[in-house]
């Protein structure tokens, strides 16, 4: 090699590294003792980046299962970002709402999420009171805090939430009948649930002109927007790096748009309204209306069909579990047999008032598979410096993380707190399978906490445990190979790297055979719901 050209290499490669290391010396944050450990990576500045992006939110399991910490700090770019690994301390952030706040941190995502310019009106619309320091009426005080506060107030038990109930499950129902065939139903099993999920549920929303229903393509268009969700929020030119998704989201506001426009979403639901008078209310237009929507079909769309997927698959592989289930059931149907034999069918009616209080192992399987599968991590801003817990400092304008995985995963849940126990929530004597009903107060992180706590679930757990009371009373499923000979249940492992979902879809498929069960065939099905909706 030539003597001046080796020279030269080694002189450009020394200067990269002198750069290299000046721009880690010279934008790293300088930490206090009193901050949580750091926990270091091998790429310095970028590496923890990296580690999120090949493992999603695992990333968190991985680092806490080296490092028994209790709260640890990663660097990521030039901010230090927190992560809370203790039910104790959960306790903690929570009594801290207004200095480790959440809204702070949903108007620094904006921009990438809803595709926004710093500098536009539908910015300015999420950052106004954005702190919630201005009190007073709707309309005043901020398109965040007034559809946070109107979509908890829509979505509380009570009429609004079971006209969405009905709607849901409604739509749903007749899909069930695809399965009700001569000699069985066979197809791959999350195949076949998504596409109906997707329009059972967005028909909670957006009512008869649903246009995700009414546009079959638009969902096509979310789930890219979803699968390309981790690159769009790096916001590292998403148009080239997650093209499918970045079209989706482009295709999604364009329709959904033209659905305010048009005046369908007069056919929505009480929900709709909240978020579209919010927006109208504080000067914004039907456009930014659309725009915000894509963020609440993340939430209504991204753990429905994973977790009703495998709550099938965990009560079809354990026939003890199965058949409990099916006798708790059995006392919120009601069969009326045909009144006379022209053509009339017999009816069976599931009451899904009833279901949470009188069906407490289906509950308690419901809840504990949130528990054992919940991947979401609770993000907070950290407003001022802030002392957590009389221990940690927390340093202004960093990011605050609750790793649910990591919570349920605490010693709090005891020795079997890996495993599965779909009797864990029930209130029973201490001898028997069940675990206590009572939890720590930090240690469930299925639906948030605090100001993060999710408004909708009161609808997910009835549209969940409603659907799967009618399939396992309806259907019996069996496990099935390719060639249709049936076979054991084999859980698949989870698509990890999911940002936007808190159940992780399956990596692969579970093919089923579907049938009628003897004795219920050619029956009607129907659900019971609340009187006067």
């Not at 301390?89 to 706040?101: G, S």
């Not at 739509?171 to 076949?192: H, I, K, R, S």
Request: glycine share 8%.
């Amino acid at each position: 090699m030539d003597t001046s050209l080796f020279s030269a290499f080694v002189g450009v490669s020394l200067l990269v590294v002198i750069v290299y290391v000046s721009l880690v010396y010279l934008f790293s944050p300088k930490y206090d003792p009193r901050e949580p450990p750091v926990i270091s990576s091998l790429v310095p500045y970028v590496g923890h980046i990296l580690g999120l992006l090949r493992y999603g939110q695992r990333y968190f399991e991985i680092l806490s299962a080296r490092n028994n910490l209790p709260i640890y700090t990663l660097q990521t770019l030039n901010k230090r970002t927190y992560v809370v690994n203790s039910a104790d301390l959960v306790t903690a952030v929570e009594r801290n709402e207004k200095t480790i706040a959440f809204f702070p941190f949903v108007s620094s995502l904006a921009p990438r999420v809803f595709d926004l310019a710093p500098d536009s009106r539908a910015m300015g619309l999420i950052k106004y009171n954005i702190d919630g320091k201005i009190v007073g009426k709707e309309g005043k005080v901020g398109v965040a805090h007034e559809t946070h506060k109107g979509m908890h107030r829509e979505m509380a038990p009570g009429p609004n939430l079971d006209r969405m109930e009905k709607a849901m499950l409604g739509t749903l129902a007749p899909f069930l009948d695809e399965w009700a065939v001569e000699g069985g139903w066979e197809g791959d099993l999350f195949g076949w649930i998504r596409p109906r999920f997707t329009i059972a549920s967005t028909e909670s929303i957006y009512g008869k002109r649903n246009p995700i229903r009414l546009q079959p393509e638009l969902a096509d268009a979310f789930w890219d927007f979803e699968k390309d969700f981790t690159m769009i929020i790096l916001g590292l030119y998403p148009k080239y790096t997650a093209r499918k998704g970045f079209a989706g989201r482009r295709k999604l506001h364009q329709a959904i748009n033209e659905y305010f426009n048009r005046g369908d979403h007069r056919h929505g639901l009480g929900v709709l309204k909240v978020r579209h008078d919010a927006v109208i209310n504080n000067g914004g237009t039907t456009d930014d209306v659309a725009r915000f929507e894509i963020g609440d079909l993340v939430g209504v769309l991204v753990n429905a069909t994973p977790t009703f997927f495998w709550m099938l698959l965990t009560i079809y592989s354990d026939a003890a579990l199965l058949e409990s289930i099916r006798t708790e059931i059995g006392a919120v149907m009601t069969t009326t047999e045909p009144s006379s034999t022209m053509g009339e069918k017999r009816k069976h009616e599931i009451d899904i008032t009833t279901l949470e209080t009188k069906c407490p192992l289906l509950i308690s399987a419901y809840r504990e598979l949130l528990r054992h599968r919940t991947q979401s991590s609770s993000s907070r801003w950290i407003v001022q410096d802030t002392i957590l817990a009389d221990q940690y400092l927390l340093k202004k304008d960093s990011v605050l993380m609750v790793p649910g995985a990591l919570i349920h995963a605490d010693p709090i849940w005891g020795p079997d707190r890996k495993k599965y126990n779909p009797r864990r929530f029930l209130k029973s004597p201490p001898d028997s399978q069940a675990g206590s009903a009572k939890v720590h107060p930090g240690a469930y992180r299925a639906w948030g906490g605090g100001q993060t706590l999710c408004p909708g679930r009161f609808f997910a757990t009835t549209e969940i445990t409603s659907a799967v009371a009618m399939v396992v009373m309806r259907f019996e499923i069996e496990a099935v190979d390719r060639k249709g000979r049936r076979g054991d249940w084999v859980f698949p492992k989870v698509d990890g790297n999911r940002v936007a979902s808190s159940i992780h879809p399956p990596s692969k498929d579970v093919r089923v055979r579907i049938r009628e069960r003897d004795g219920y065939k050619g029956d009607e099905w129907v659900f019971k719901f609340a009187d006067g909706v």
